[in-house]
């Protein structure tokens, strides 16, 4: 297998786990994206209330809070067994909620209950599931590629998911969607049982979970790389992603669709969004990632923008594809520059701490965002969201030179540990 796939975009398939993990994650991803699309449509259409969106988009995300804590357990326990019992429980949930609406007793507080207990499942599974990549990867040399590749299985997943949520909604309903999304985690709980990973080692000098916490707090807060990208991410998560909670409104009252036109645009982000992550998965090493993560937030920020004003269903989508694009190229360097920065017995609670800063911030978006439309309108709301995702990005690029300086270094130790012969670093792996 190694031949096949170890010289372009697909090299990081060679290793039998992350292959495992590929597959499995894939398939379940499309009726995660299925679930996500029914849910919203299935709340707007019981109550007719923007805020509703909102506060409910709050409460799902609101446990990501706990990630950094949930972090330490990624750094104490067994990896492999934490994602199957999370894979599990999200399966259940799933089927809770198919039960529900295809039973016909479905109320919006069901969705509110069930949402924030997915929520907490997240808090999680996340930081868990993106430390654990890097055991899969044999070669660190491929971990780049295999961060890409994850992205490219998200974005597959986006583009095709909500396209069939929206088909079978308007079918079927959403209880379909959700059973699907239950089926498809048997995927996952397979290919994770076939799966071989190395167990973790312990720390001999490990103390109480929270004086691991706070050295994981002292540790990101005190490496100016790494809080650096942390808060960026944070500031896109919290203006820019508010977005998706808002589609129903713009593809109901803005672009006068239903739940097909709502399917059809985020479908649009995530075709860009897999083109963009295609394009981090052919690039070798870390040549240019700081200045990519910068671009790719102003340039996202402006498309969030431009597209919040639009009226025309095919300019909207068009919009939303290249606004993908220059996301996925912001959140796949972010999340490479991290995981390259981090100590291997660290890396659980930064990834708790990534969590924290995307999907933490996210749920007070949201609450944000509903109040905002409702008062303002959805448009004048993404306008100034978009504005502000494109003012951080700048900001983050006038602060490239000192970036640099502090992590450069970094990433060049790290390179050389990982090097068993300790030959010299490619200048295209040291520099960002």
């Given at each position: 297998?190694?031949?096949?796939?170890?010289?372009?975009?697909?090299?990081?398939?060679?290793?039998?786990?992350?292959?495992?993990?590929?597959?499995?994650?894939?398939?379940?991803?499309?009726?995660?994206?299925?679930?996500?699309i029914a849910q919203s449509w299935l709340v707007y259409r019981l109550s007719g209330s923007v805020a509703l969106l909102g506060t409910i988009g709050f409460a799902s995300r609101l446990p990501s809070l706990l990630s950094p804590f949930t972090g330490v357990l990624a750094d104490r326990f067994d990896r492999y067994r934490l994602m199957l019992v999370t894979q599990a429980l999200s399966m259940a949930?799933?089927?809770?909620?198919?039960?529900?609406?295809?039973?016909?007793?479905?109320?919006?507080?069901?969705?509110?209950?069930?949402?924030?207990?997915?929520?907490?499942?997240?808090?999680?599974?996340?930081?868990?599931?993106?430390?654990?990549?890097?055991?899969?990867?044999?070669?660190?040399?491929?971990?780049?590629?295999?961060?890409?590749?994850?992205?490219?299985?998200?974005?597959?997943?986006?583009?095709?998911?909500?396209?069939?949520?929206?088909?079978?909604?308007?079918?079927?309903?959403?209880?379909?969607?959700?059973?699907?999304?239950?089926?498809?985690?048997?995927?996952?709980?397979?290919?994770?049982?076939?799966?071989?990973?190395?167990?973790?080692?312990?720390?001999?000098?490990?103390?109480?979970?929270?004086?691991?916490?706070?050295?994981?707090?002292?540790?990101?807060?005190?490496?100016?790389?790494?809080?650096?990208?942390?808060?960026?991410?944070?500031?896109?998560?919290?203006?820019?992603?508010?977005?998706?909670?808002?589609?129903?409104?713009?593809?109901?009252?803005?672009?006068?669709?239903?739940?097909?036109?709502?399917?059809?645009?985020?479908?649009?982000?995530?075709?860009?969004?897999?083109?963009?992550?295609?394009?981090?998965?052919?690039?070798?090493?870390?040549?240019?990632?700081?200045?990519?993560?910068?671009?790719?937030?102003?340039?996202?920020?402006?498309?969030?923008?431009?597209?919040?004003?639009?009226?025309?269903?095919?300019?909207?989508?068009?919009?939303?594809?290249?606004?993908?694009?220059?996301?996925?190229?912001?959140?796949?360097?972010?999340?490479?520059?991290?995981?390259?920065?981090?100590?291997?017995?660290?890396?659980?609670?930064?990834?708790?701490?990534?969590?924290?800063?995307?999907?933490?911030?996210?749920?007070?978006?949201?609450?944000?965002a509903g109040a905002l439309a409702a008062r303002f309108g959805p448009q004048a709301t993404l306008v100034g969201g978009g504005l502000v995702c494109s003012a951080a990005g700048a900001v983050f690029w006038l602060g490239l030179p000192r970036f640099h300086a502090e992590a450069d270094p970094v990433l060049e130790r790290h390179a050389a540990q990982a090097r068993p012969e300790g030959g010299p670093?490619?200048?295209?792996?040291?520099?960002?």
């Amino acid at each position: 297998m190694s031949g096949l796939y170890s010289p372009g975009a697909f090299r990081a398939l060679r290793h039998r786990n992350f292959r495992l993990f590929f597959i499995g994650q894939g398939i379940s991803l499309v009726g995660t994206w299925m679930q996500i699309i029914a849910q919203s449509w299935l709340v707007y259409r019981l109550s007719g209330s923007v805020a509703l969106l909102g506060t409910i988009g709050f409460a799902s995300r609101l446990p990501s809070l706990l990630s950094p804590f949930t972090g330490v357990l990624a750094d104490r326990f067994d990896r492999y067994r934490l994602m199957l019992v999370t894979q599990a429980l999200s399966m259940a949930q799933a089927v809770a909620l198919a039960w529900l609406v295809l039973d016909g007793r479905i109320q919006v507080w069901h969705v509110f209950v069930l949402g924030t207990g997915l929520g907490l499942i997240n808090a999680f599974d996340i930081p868990v599931r993106q430390s654990a990549v890097t055991a899969m990867i044999d070669d660190p040399q491929d971990l780049p590629n295999a961060i890409a590749l994850n992205s490219t299985m998200f974005n597959g997943a986006r583009l095709l998911g909500p396209a069939l949520a929206g088909a079978l909604v308007a079918w079927l309903g959403e209880g379909w969607c959700f059973g699907l999304n239950a089926l498809s985690f048997v995927a996952v709980i397979i290919s994770l049982s076939l799966m071989r990973l190395p167990k973790l080692e312990p720390d001999p000098q490990r103390r109480g979970s929270l004086h691991a916490f706070r050295e994981g707090w002292a540790y990101v807060s005190g490496r100016l790389p790494l809080s650096r990208l942390l808060l960026l991410l944070s500031v896109t998560s919290l203006a820019g992603m508010s977005y998706q909670v808002l589609m129903p409104v713009f593809a109901k009252d803005v672009l006068h669709g239903g739940a097909q036109t709502q399917g059809q645009l985020i479908s649009a982000v995530g075709l860009g969004s897999l083109v963009g992550a295609l394009l981090m998965a052919h690039r070798k090493g870390l040549d240019g990632l700081g200045r990519q993560v910068a671009f790719g937030s102003v340039a996202f920020g402006l498309c969030l923008a431009a597209f919040s004003l639009s009226h025309s269903f095919w300019l909207s989508w068009g919009l939303l594809a290249v606004m993908g694009f220059f996301m996925m190229l912001q959140m796949t360097g972010n999340n490479t520059l991290l995981q390259s920065l981090a100590e291997e017995r660290l890396r659980g609670r930064v990834m708790g701490f990534q969590a924290l800063a995307f999907m933490g911030t996210m749920p007070f978006g949201n609450l944000l965002a509903g109040a905002l439309a409702a008062r303002f309108g959805p448009q004048a709301t993404l306008v100034g969201g978009g504005l502000v995702c494109s003012a951080a990005g700048a900001v983050f690029w006038l602060g490239l030179p000192r970036f640099h300086a502090e992590a450069d270094p970094v990433l060049e130790r790290h390179a050389a540990q990982a090097r068993p012969e300790g030959g010299p670093l490619r200048a295209a792996e040291a520099t960002l």
